[in-house]
T-cell receptor, first 112, second 116 residues
């Protein structure tokens, strides 16, 4: 079965600074990889996904992520953080069927 | 509707009570999922429907949990004889197609269940 590890429980970043959230997965074949964001009181919203092809994927809100098979990683990045990016971020892995396994999440705090 | 709607938003139950949580998916969405999100954790899969057929219920924690989607649209997650360990946020998600792994999931805001 697949699994996801998000090593950082909480990250604080200054507005305008860059952000990188780590995600490591465990799965034997090529995984389907996702990043979701959850703002307080809101449902999870898909930021981006990777299935195949170019290992650098662009998402919404200026986010991007890079799939590195050799490191079993799918880290999320944003060059310049806005206060509205404060939220909880979840990495998820799928095996190509309907079931997703989510990490425990990383909470991002943005300071002025 | 415009998005996935869940009700109630909050539910407080006494231990031993039965509860019913409702999910209204996006109109026309074939696939519907229930996930359970414990405090400080990521969502965990509970069950999956394609239209009215429940194709996978392997994630339901016990036989006290029951889900249905009788007409292929609205779904209800029922928990009988609630226990404190059932306290969590219950998320519903839907997708347009047959959820072959690359479908975009649309999540509701969830129902936060607190069992006292």
């Amino acid at each position: 079965a697949q699994s996801v590890t998000q090593p950082d429980i909480h990250i604080t970043v200054s507005e305008g600074a860059s952000l990188e959230l780590r995600c490591n997965y465990s799965y034997g074949a090529t995984p389907y990889l996702f990043w979701y964001v959850q703002s307080p009181g809101q449902g999870l919203q898909l930021l981006l996904k990777y299935f195949s092809g170019d290992t650098l994927v662009q998402g919404i809100k200026g986010f991007e992520a890079e799939f590195k098979r050799s490191q079993s990683s799918f880290n999320l990045r944003k060059p310049s953080v806005h206060w509205s990016d404060a939220a909880e971020y979840f990495c998820a892995v799928g095996a190509g069927d309907y079931k997703l396994s989510f990490g425990a999440g990383t909470t991002v705090t943005v300071r002025a | 509707g415009a998005g996935v709607s869940q009700s109630p938003r909050y539910k407080v139950a006494k231990r031993g009570q039965d509860v019913a949580l409702r999910c209204d998916p996006i109109s026309g969405h074939v696939s519907l999922f229930w996930y359970q999100q414990a405090l400080g954790q990521g969502p965990e899969f509970l069950t999956y429907f394609q239209n009215e057929a429940q194709l996978d219920k392997s994630g339901l924690p016990s036989d006290r949990f029951f889900a249905e989607r009788p007409e292929g649209s609205v779904s209800t997650l029922k928990i009988q004889r609630t226990q404190q360990e059932d306290s969590a946020v219950y998320l519903c998600a839907s997708s347009l197609g047959w959820a072959a792994g690359n479908e975009k999931l649309f999540f509701g805001s969830g129902t936060q269940l607190s069992v006292l």
